[in-house]
């Protein structure tokens, strides 16, 4: 029997999705159609900071086509993540290149781009700031005088007079003391700059104002419930009046979470007599839409001469643009993993969320973490040769354990990282104790390993709800809120059903993401949809297989538990005979009937963190663990880095699809390579993006790629669904500083802002005298 039709737990069939997505099928934004269609077309603003004097729209009105024309006077109110601090369309002031100031509904893009041209704006440039630790300085000009009056969440901590919109403390232990207990300390700074999720579909979304009083968005977004609720509020509908559908979608990383351009989008369709609007962004648009967050990491450790650390303090400034977004989520969420996955027992943590004249930053795929792995992790490398300690020994005697209390108090369990370093350096060769020597080539060109592990907690309690509905011909369908945008979560809900009803997985089908159709799920983030949507489809299953039981108890004359699946069908207990569940459902009930079962996933015991000390004893609902070993060949005569191979190892729990936790580990390290090796946004002094496009910005390519050795380590959690774990974000994070510190053992040479250019290399190598 193949794994195809093995499809349960712990096989690994085809995507139930990838047939339609290679015979070019699935519909996305682009391929969608209406009667009546309008496209939208928006002006943006060509200054960093000014203020907007007048704004005259009425040569736009006169073009033929044009159906409607807003700026920010025609709508009201502002949104916003975590802090309402954003309005629809810029209104007296812009505060980034790019940001829309008018938007336009025309019968075309054409007549739409025309219109625009058309509109006159009366700009006064006003002096910007751009580098997120200036922009925190009481001194440098403010963005948001209101900041304090804004409506905030809980967890923002805003400070008056300031471009910092949030902090985020951690306190552990006594720092002074841990210091004074250490033999080394070190001392170093790190930076991570913006980059772009760069994803295969760039943003879209069509609104319109149905006849019977409905709001119907259809947009390509990770988290239709947010959504739904944000844009009634922004509009003063109720939740039952605003349905948010989502078509296929190409890809997410974080980029599609929350309420972007869709508000504007709804604002014109307001105002277009039912008909309905799209608006389609171009990829130079889509880079300016929302960016990654760049860092400055300070950080200073502490550790005796036998290799234990005492103390770690970091200073984190996260540019999180011209509106806040999710920037103090960000803030927090890498803010209480910052040290690392080490037992310190002195900890100190201050992350700042702050407001800069660019784009608006959001999440990306790790939420934060990748820029603190670069910084803990070669800042590792650098303690333990400076203690003359071999680096996977180090990270060793550090790491987390089973039992152990997380930088919050929280105790640790189902705890995978001692696992992980252990498989990535079994698969590498390389023993404790005894380092890897590097390979001198003998013309300028090292071959050499490097390590890196990270952690990264969920931090994501929200409850999840997940239907499985039994037709009556033995078909199945799930209804679940999780998007799948491309990590395959579909073919793994899919295949829970089977595990749990013994149908065939040809017979199953999930459902789209439509708050109208499919029950509640908050967002599809933070590596959750397995561990929180999946225990919802699995108890919804289990529930729908109970009715069949029980409906069977009564045909067969049988107790309920007596009746078992087989090849599909339902099967009699007394005389091994099998009949479909339409069969035994007109049996049981006159004229049949379907059979829908309800599950809900909602973890127990969640907290949050305190506001001043960043304590909680259980702020996340699970933990994620990944050690990744780097063979690069670094040419110190270009300031070429090539990655040859990458071991990586990953703790997912229990591996429902070992092959797709594989094609995960395999994406998530080209991403990290790209944040290491290439990929950065680079802005001028007047915060105009230099290289907002695909020629220009690299990522990398399957040319680019090095061969992955992705290692699956089931340290089950008690929680998850058969033990699993969420993946998806955890493997991003050590790729870079791994291979930095593969350079940094190769050559002796460290480096602390990523990524790792030739250019910039070269001129390292320069400066150490190296031959060029």
Known sequence: ?????????????????????????????QDMDFAGLLEAAILPSPYASARIRGIDCGAALAVPGVAAVITGADVPGFYGTTIQDRPVLARERVRYVGEPVAAVAARGKEAALMALNRILVDYEETAAVFDPEEAADPTAPLLHEDLMTYEKEPIVNAIAGT???????????????????????????????????????????IAQMEREGILHIWTGNQSPYVMQRSIAALFGLTWNQVRVSIPALGGGFGSKIYPSLEPLVVALARKTNHRPVRLLLD???????????????KIKTGVTRDGVITARQMTTYWDTGAYADCGPLVARNSGFTAAGPYRIPNVSVDAYSV???????????GYGI?????????????????????????????????????HTGEVLRSVGMKACLEKAAAAAGWVAGKPPR???????????????????????????????????????????SNVDMG??????????????????????????????????????????????????????????????????????GCAPEEVYSRDGKVVNPKTGEGVSHGALLKKAVIGGIDVIGRGYSQMPGGTGLDLETGQGANPTSFWMYAAQIAEIEADTRTGQIKALKVYAASDVGKAINPVNCQQQIEGAVSMGLGIGLMEELRFDEKGRLRNGNLHDYKIPTAMDAPEVEALLVEVAHPLGPYGAKGLGEAPVAPAAPAVANAVYLATGRPV?????????????????GEEV
Request: with cysteine.
């Open 1 to 29: 029997m193949t794994d195809n039709q093995r499809a349960g737990v712990g096989a690994s069939p085809y995507r139930i999705d990838g047939k339609i997505k290679t015979d070019g099928k699935a519909e996305y934004i």
């Open 487 to 556: 990590q395959g979560s579909s073919t793994i809900f899919a295949q829970m059903v089977v595990e749990e009803i013994g149908v065939p997985l040809g017979r199953v089908r999930v459902q789209r993401a439509d708050t109208f159709m499919t029950p509640y799920d908050r967002t599809t983030s933070a590596s959750r949809g397995t561990f929180h949507a999946g225990t919802a489809v699995r108890a919804a299953a289990r529930d729908a297989w109970r009715q069949i039981q029980d409906h069977g108890a009564k045909v067969f």
């Open 283 to 297: 990829r130079e648009e889509d880079f300016c839409r929302v960016t990654n967050h760049g860092c400055k990491i």
């Open 355 to 365: 407001y800069t004249n660019l784009p608006v930053a959001t999440a990306f795929r």
């Open 438 to 480: 590097p390979v001198d080539l003998g013309d300028g060109r090292f071959r050499g390993l490097g390590l890196a592990c990270s952690w990264k907690g969920s931090m994501r309690h929200y409850g999840s709800a997940a239907t499985v509905r039994i037709m009556e011909e033995g078909s199945v369908e799930i209804n679940v």
């Open 752 to 768: 602390w802002r990523a990524p790792l250019k030739p250019e910039t290399m070269k001129k390292i190598w320069q400066e150490a």
């Open 370 to 406: 990748p820029h603190l792995t670069w910084a803990y992790e070669c800042h590792t490398d650098h303690l333990a040769r400076k203690l003359g300690m071999d680096p996977l020994e180090f990270r060793l005697r550090n790491v987390v354990r089973n039992g152990d209390s997380s």
């Open 163 to 205: 471009n910092i919109c949030s902090q985020f403390r951690l306190r552990k232990g006594d720092m002074e003391k841990g210091l004074a207990l250490a033999d080394l300390t070190l001392e170093e700074s790190y930076e991570v700059p913006r980059n772009h999720h760069a994803c295969l579909e760039p943003y879209g979304v």
